[in-house]
């Protein structure tokens, strides 16, 4: 079965200055890769994916992530933070083989914490 | 864009009560609707999944006969949670994927609070 690791609870960064959230996977086969973003009593925002393709993957608000297969990563980056970036984010993998009624398997998550 | 929403956003109830949450998907057709629970500061835990016109298939330790799950149509799939109980409160989340395998859309959420 698919697993998602994020393995820090908590990033604090200075705005203005680049932010990094972790994320690894584990899939039998190739993944579907998703980062989230959840501001407090919200539902879940969707910020990017990873099917296929380039590695390096653009969203929404600014926000990019490398999909590493020899890594089994897919961080989650921006090249400036702004305070509005703080949130809960989740990394999330679905595995494409086989396909059935695969769900997403979510990591954690990440609490950002950009201070101003 | 897809939109999924949930109703109600939040309630309050009373032991031993049941509640029903709505899942809608309002601009496409979902074939799979999944509900998640998520406790405060706590990811999401998948409880189950369900198929248009098929029973949901549930998470291992989730209980069907206390989380009854209908997705009577492509649009709109029901969360009962019966005889409520107070561990039972949290933050429910539905989400909806159309025909395509790629996508899966996230409601608001729903805030139960049993008292």
């Known amino acids: 079965a698919q697993s998602v690791a994020q393995p820090e609870d908590q990033v604090n960064v200075a705005e203005g200055n680049p932010l990094t959230v972790k994320c690894t996977y584990s899939?039998?086969?190739?993944?579907?890769l998703f980062w989230y973003v959840q501001y407090p009593n919200r539902g879940l925002q969707f910020l990017l994916k990873?099917?296929?393709?380039?590695?390096l993957v653009k969203g929404s608000y600014g926000f990019e992530a490398e999909f590493n297969k020899s890594q089994t990563s897919f961080h989650l980056k921006k090249p400036s933070a702004l305070v509005s970036d703080s949130a809960l984010y989740f990394c999330?993998?679905?595995?494409?083989?086989?396909?059935?009624?695969?769900?997403?398997?979510f990591g954690a998550g990440t609490r950002l914490t950009v201070k101003p | 864009g897809a939109v999924v929403s949930q109703h109600p956003s939040w309630v309050i109830c009373k032991s031993g009560t049941s509640v029903k949450i709505e899942c809608r998907s309002l601009?496409?057709?979902?074939?799979?609707m999944f509900w998640y629970r998520q406790f405060p500061k706590q990811s999401l835990m998948l409880m189950a999944t369900?198929?248009?016109?098929?029973?949901?298939?549930?998470e291992q330790g989730v209980e069907k006969d206390k989380f009854l799950i209908n997705h009577a149509s492509l649009t709109l799939s029901t969360l009962t949670v019966t005889s409520a109980h107070p561990e039972d409160s949290s933050f429910y989340i539905c989400?909806?994927?159309?025909?395509?395998?790629?996508?899966?859309?996230f409601g608001p959420g729903t805030r139960l609070t049993v008292t």
């Open positions: 999330a993998v679905r595995d494409i083989a086989p396909y059935n009624n695969n769900d997403m398997r």
């Open positions: 899939v039998s086969g190739n993944p579907y």
């Open positions: 989400s909806a994927r159309p025909g395509t395998i790629y996508e899966q859309y």
């Open positions: 369900s198929n248009e016109g098929s029973k949901a298939t549930y």
């Open positions: 601009d496409f057709q979902a074939t799979t």
């Open positions: 990873y099917i296929t393709g380039d590695n």
